[in-house]
């Protein structure tokens, strides 16, 4: 899929495009400055090589203009000038270099008095910043123009627009979706304020609108993700024949895009037409879209059992996949066609492509694993930083009050001995009672924060275990009962043989197993459908597979949880529910959810043995269900006795 692509592309382009120059404030210029020179000139001929198509000759004569503007006092001039050498060096990938003009350009910004000014050099940081790696400088930086931009009275679109462009693409890496859909919403709420011209319109309103379709599409909500790109290409269509190469890949992408939606709800025929689109648009120019509309048609074939035009438009997709080492697609091609000779029975060239799949993921898988041991290395260093500046902040307020006590002391010297007692004590213990209280917060504050650290290490741990089951043992498993396939296709009497028939049955089993297991571990029903309705799936799943009779029940909206909550609340049923099959011996299980105006509540209450709540110490399973309900800063009553079966009385706040 060339989504993230194209996501890449159109905001680093369209960032770069607003941080740089845009109108840039040219018209605010004087007309003359000192030794006579044409400001107008000048400013004029500081855009002019900003856009010169030779980058080498652009960045000359920005160069000359920059000395040009310091020679006569025109900061503003200095600042535009060495903020455009900046972005030419941006545009060339030589980050380093842009960096350092974008860090020439600052003072001259600052001393020309204009804070917008100022505001784009540190958009421009950010900019740098976020291409680097460095997320946390790319967010300190933002949020300084941003600042600086809620203090004046300003129209400059551009900049906000770039800056909350820039933030939505850092929420993105930091896996923030929520935010990041905050951020560009509040970008396309300025560009429609523009005053400004369609074209610009257009192109400024294309990436975010990208943007968000990206969010949809990743976040499984296929009909949001649709109304958005067909969205794009209405806005694409306005550009007319005048549309540039990168509108060009943005209207291939969105065809595209809109062909692997399409499938995903099984619309077939508009996948097919989509991804044709795409396919017309691209050819010769994006091999990237090419390649994933061919996998688009592939599949389509195959569903409308066209196996011959499914086979060979495959074998072009993976000769594609594999000249632009598009590793991850190479998988997806393999498994396909894997399918099509599966389903044509050719279970030998089936079984090589399997294992060609098989070999490829545990290579991927390998890289994902080093992605992830550093990533976890970055978020301790964040921790430990964070840890750090809470420790300075309080070393901080200690010296602050030891010097407000000395100042009260020499203040109130001359009162009496035993007034000055009283006070100090009465300070004292003020200070003691505060001092309490902060250290109280602080370790609440971070014995949550363990709690959910800790969750979160288990979650990722159990997505890992899940794709290892998956995608290893899983395809071990599928190569298994392929190599069976074709024993079977080049010996008819198998079929025959009680044994074989029983080893078939065997594997079939283990399939399931490992799929049961493998969603258990990560739920992607909670991906498709809202908190109740995942938990429903699960009761009638239990009760199919154990026969107790699980009558579940909800009241009230449950649509717009966010992720983490959801899956923390159907981690907790899915405990609950565990414990009571293996221990309570229980035939009959009430569960309950209820959304109230500002809370969650579970109810779980079994007829099974109970147990003494008093006497018995917390088993694994209840030990886990505290950590998640504590994680969520909620409460929770239990009530149990032996015979009476057990109730548990859960409530959490809506974040």
């Not at 400088?137 to 900049?159: H, N, P, Q, R, V």
């Not at 994006?286 to 195959?302: I, S």
Request: hydrophobic fraction near 40%.
């Amino acid at each position: 899929m060339p989504g993230k692509k194209a996501r890449f592309v159109s905001y680093f382009i369209f960032l770069n495009l607003l941080v740089f120059m845009s109108n840039d404030g040219y018209t605010r210029s004087p007309p003359s400055l000192k030794n006579g020179t044409d400001i107008t000139a000048l400013d004029l001929s500081i855009r002019r090589a900003a856009y010169l198509p030779d980058p080498d000759r652009s960045i000359q004569e920005l160069d000359v203009l920059a000395q040009k503007s310091v020679k006569c006092d025109y900061f503003l001039g200095a600042a535009r000038a060495f903020r455009a050498e900046g972005g030419r060096y941006f545009d060339l990938g030589n980050c380093p270099t842009a960096f350092l003009y974008y860090k020439k350009s600052l003072p001259y910004a600052e001393r020309s008095g204009l804070k917008d000014q100022v505001a784009r050099c540190h958009n421009c940081f950010a900019l740098v910043y976020l291409t680097l790696g460095n997320y946390t400088g790319a967010s300190e930086e933002c949020f300084k123009a941003l600042e600086i931009l809620k203090t004046i009275d300003s129209s400059d679109y551009e900049t906000a627009i770039s800056i909350y462009t820039n933030l939505a693409n850092l929420s993105e890496h930091l896996d923030q979706g929520e935010k990041k859909i905050y951020y560009l919403s509040q970008a396309e709420t300025l560009i429609r304020k523009w005053n400004t011209s369609p074209e610009m319109m257009i192109m400024s309103l294309t990436p975010i609108l990208i943007g968000k379709a990206n969010y949809f599409s990743d976040d499984q909500m296929p009909d949001s993700a649709i109304k958005y790109y067909v969205e794009v290409l209405d806005v694409i269509k306005g550009l007319g024949a005048d549309k540039e190469s990168v509108r060009l890949y943005d209207e291939a992408n969105a065809y595209v895009n809109l062909g692997i939606l399409y499938g995903k709800i099984c619309d077939w025929d508009k996948c097919i037409s989509y991804s044709n689109r795409a396919i017309a648009i691209a050819q010769g120019k994006y091999p990237d879209v090419v390649e994933c509309g061919y996998y688009n048609l592939g599949q389509a074939f195959r569903y409308f059992k066209k196996y011959k035009e499914a086979e060979d438009i495959f074998l072009q997709a993976i000769k594609m996949s594999a000249a632009i080492d598009h590793k991850q697609q190479l998988a997806f091609g393999y498994g396909y066609l894997s399918d099509v000779y599966r389903d044509t029975r050719r279970f030998k060239k089936a079984l090589v492509y399997t294992d060609s799949m098989t070999a490829l993921k545990d290579t991927l898988v390998t890289v994902d694993k080093i992605k992830t041991i550093r990533q976890v290395e970055t978020k301790y260093n964040t921790a430990e930083k964070d840890r750090q500046i809470v420790q300075n902040e309080l070393l901080i307020a200690q010296q602050k009050n030891k010097i407000t006590r000395k100042n009260t002391w020499i203040g109130f010297i001359a009162v009496s001995v035993l007034l000055l007692a009283i006070l100090s004590f009465l300070l004292y213990r003020n200070g003691r009672l505060k001092q309490t209280g902060i250290i109280k917060s602080l370790k609440q504050e971070n014995t949550i924060g363990i709690l959910k650290g800790v969750l979160q290490g288990e979650e990722n741990e159990r997505i890992r275990l899940a794709r290892e089951l998956h995608d290893g043992i899983g395809g071990m498993l599928s190569a298994t009962k392929m190599r069976f396939m074709a024993l079977r296709h080049d010996n008819e009497n198998l079929v025959k043989s009680p044994r074989y028939l029983e080893a078939m049955g065997l594997l079939d089993i283990m399939g399931d197993e490992i799929r049961k297991t493998s969603h258990n571990l990560m739920p992607e029903v909670l991906l498709k459908q809202n908190l109740a309705e995942a938990v429903r799936t699960y009761c009638n799943d239990i009760q199919t597979g154990t026969g107790l009779q699980i009558d579940f029940q909800c009241f009230g909206d449950f649509g717009n949880l966010p992720n983490k909550f959801k899956l923390n609340i159907y981690r907790i049923v899915q405990e609950l529910l565990k414990n009571i099959e293996q221990h309570a011996k229980a035939t009959y299980v009430v569960v309950q959810l209820m959304m109230l105006e500002a809370y969650l509540t579970v109810s779980v209450e079994d007829n099974g043995t109970g147990f003494n709540a008093t006497e018995t110490k917390d088993g694994i399973g209840l030990h886990n269900i505290k950590i998640r309900i504590m994680s969520l800063e909620g409460h929770y009553t239990l009530k149990s006795e032996l015979g009476k079966g057990t109730t548990i009385y859960i409530e959490v706040g809506i974040p």
